[in-house]
């Protein structure tokens, strides 16, 4: 046996050596050699917190084997080679630069290219390339025609600031960003709170800014006591309108518009009423029982149905304008809610909501405004190119409202000063920059664009 493999063996070695052989003559020679691949070049920039006119650069070029990284600062000169920690770079002269990280292997050359855009009119370099805004006009002395609203609340107005001088500087109308609903001002049966309502209003009266009421009655904004009132419908009936009275005339010739009821239609299909404890224990005609009582209460105050989505959804405008319709001479207005983003509505469902409201005599109030620049939670920063796509937004929401009749025109109130204040990122859960100011209270591009629809 042991014989038999040993020939066996020696039968088929020298076909294994003439495979090895021919390899050996058209392969290499030497010993197997992996090529080199290029290492990519990646960095990190910012501003320097203590010098707006310092850039850091952070080399986050990561690779194995030996290779090289250079700058160009893209100010000129020759490449400067890169040392160990942050680069920092002082960018003084005005202009856009071509910051580039070239790393270089065996393999050949990576390169990463950033753009630096400096403006020292308007603080040095220019966060993510965008500029914050130089324009000194006033907003509300752009606006000749209608009211510049914001929001506001007792806490801002109280405590002064940087916030309270530009509410004051720019707007010529506040609303309460959830202050003047029924839980707060009416928190238990019999006991009213008007304490941080009357703040916003006062405020208001004694800086000459005209005072818009929000809201009166608001499915969200309930207190559990009336959800679960235990009267029977006629004492929830008597209850309500008491709320009504008492609030409006404690504000007569203060407030100068109320919204009366807030978001009553549903989204679902058809667009009914949405369910409320008002619906359910007034029946469906509630709403005009409370606009009927608000007008008892100021004969001279307006008085607007508010909702939103009225530019996105045909149906829900249809179902608002059927409302504003039945109520006759007891509405003088539509809120039009524009809770929007920088890629829609278009503009003509935008000019939809004010032609309906024209058509019928009403005046417009577009209210809540502010404009999404990360509907799709695409973007970690605010890019120049979404920060000009919303200011182009901005301009055609103002410009769309600027041009309806003069009659007609009532405030076009945004929802918010600066952008990490605003509702919509805990709303969405994802960071956004919806409004006109910079978290630092510069102007934003949407800034020039509010003044550039006034044109």
């Known amino acids: 046996m042991k014989y038999k493999n040993l020939f066996n063996i020696l039968k088929v070695l020298p076909l294994f050596l003439l495979i090895i052989s021919c390899e050996g003559e058209e392969g290499s020679n030497g010993p197997i050699i992996i090529p080199v691949e290029k290492v990519q070049a990646a960095f990190n920039m910012s501003i320097s917190s203590s010098d707006s006119n310092v850039l850091l650069l952070d080399n986050k070029t990561v690779g194995t084997g030996e290779f090289k990284s250079e700058w160009d600062f893209g100010q000129g000169g020759a490449l400067v ?16 630069f071509s910051v580039r990280l070239i790393v270089t292997n065996d393999a050949g050359l990576t390169v990463d290219s950033k753009t630096v855009v400096v403006d020292n009119s308007s603080g040095g370099i220019c966060p993510n390339g965008i500029c914050a805004s130089t324009n000194s006009a006033i907003l509300k002395d752009a606006a ?4 510049v609203g914001n929001i506001t609340r007792a806490s801002r107005v109280n405590g002064g600031g940087q916030h309270t001088e530009i509410l004051k500087t720019h707007f010529s109308s506040i609303t309460s960003e959830y202050e003047m609903k029924m ?11 008007f304490t941080a309502a009357d703040a916003i209003v006062n405020f208001g009266v004694d800086n000459g800014i005209n005072v818009h009421g929000h809201a009166l009655i608001w499915h969200n904004a309930t207190p559990d006591w009336v959800k679960n009132f235990s009267g029977t419908n006629a004492e929830f009936e008597t209850m309500v309108k008491d709320y009504i009275t008492t609030t409006v005339t404690r504000y007569k010739g203060k407030i100068a518009s109320w919204d009366v009821v807030n978001e009553a239609i549903d989204d679902g299909s058809g667009n009914p009423l949405r369910s409320s404890v008002f619906k359910d224990k007034m029946g469906d005609d509630y709403i005009k029982k409370c ?16 909702d939103y989505n009225m530019a996105s959804s045909p149906g829900k405008r249809t179902a608002m304008f059927n409302i504003v319709d039945d109520l006759g001479d007891l509405v003088d207005g539509v809120g039009a809610q524009m809770h929007i983003s920088y890629n829609g509505p278009s ?9 309906g409201t024209v058509s019928r005599g009403l005046k417009l109030h577009f209210a809540e405004l502010d404009i999404r620049a990360n509907p799709n939670n695409d973007q ?7 920060a000009d796509a919303q200011k182009v937004k901005f301009k055609e929401v103002v410009k769309i409202y ?12 945004v929802w918010g000063l600066k952008d990490n204040e605003s509702w919509l990122i805990d709303f969405w859960g994802h960071i956004d920059w919806p409004l006109m100011f910079n978290d630092d209270y510069s102007k934003k591009p949407a800034y020039d664009g509010f003044l550039e629809g006034l044109e």
Do not use: C
């Not at 000749?144 to 009211?147: I, R």
């Not at 606009?291 to 149905?305: I, K, M, N, S």
């Open 81 to 96: 080679l890169d040392q160990p920690g942050i680069e920092e770079i002082r960018f003084d002269t005005d202009g856009t």
């Open 144 to 147: 000749t025609t209608f009211f």
């Open 183 to 193: 839980d707060v001002m009416y928190p238990s049966e019999g006991n009213y709170d």
């Open 291 to 306: 606009f009927q009582w608000a007008r008892d209460a100021d004969p001279d105050v307006l008085l607007f149905y508010n």
């Open 347 to 355: 503009a003509s469902n935008i000019q939809a909501v004010a032609d």
């Open 380 to 386: 970690t920063s605010l890019t120049a190119a979404r």
């Open 402 to 413: 600027n041009s309806i009749p003069l009659d007609n025109k009532y405030a076009l109130t």
